[in-house]
């Protein structure tokens, strides 16, 4: 049991209780010396007017922190998440930098689901339903670096990365 609690967390380092920006770049380490990297591509509205971060990771794996040269939307390792700031509060999430919002390269067409308070009807990051089944979706529901962790273990597994 043991074990398991422990590899689902990610390594931890500085708090931070800095106010996130769209365009942040951050790092996350399932394990020492290993980095993925995420942005904060927008900001979220769920179930209240409390701004929440719609951030991407990236599959790019290094063993330094450095920004890539190339984040872009076609290669990410997990689906889009709506997350709170626990991540940064807590170290899971270290931001090393930002570029400028026109710079980012967004999904095109995404939209997040919801089974459980509605029937497959799909929404934008403010809440608003679409008219429409979106090319890309995720699920509609407020994450933390906890279950952002969970995703990014399993889809490391999938690929066959070791991260212990």
Known sequence: MTEQIERDLLCI?????????VGDIFVVSPKEGM????????KAIIDSDTPFNLIYIYNYVSDAIKIPEVLSSKDLLIEPRIVNNLGWSRGYFKTIGNIPVEQI???????????????RRYFD??????????KNTSEYTLGNYLTTGDRIFKALDK???KTQ
């Open 105 to 119: 390269d967004l999904l095109e067409d995404h939209g997040f689901y919801d089974d459980i308070k509605t029937w």
């Open 159 to 161: 690929l066959g990365i």
């Open 35 to 42: 980095y993925l990297y995420g942005i904060v591509a927008k």
């Open 13 to 21: 380092g500085s708090p931070s209780r800095k106010k996130t920006n």
């Open 125 to 134: 990051e403010f809440g608003q339903e679409m008219d429409h089944v979106p």
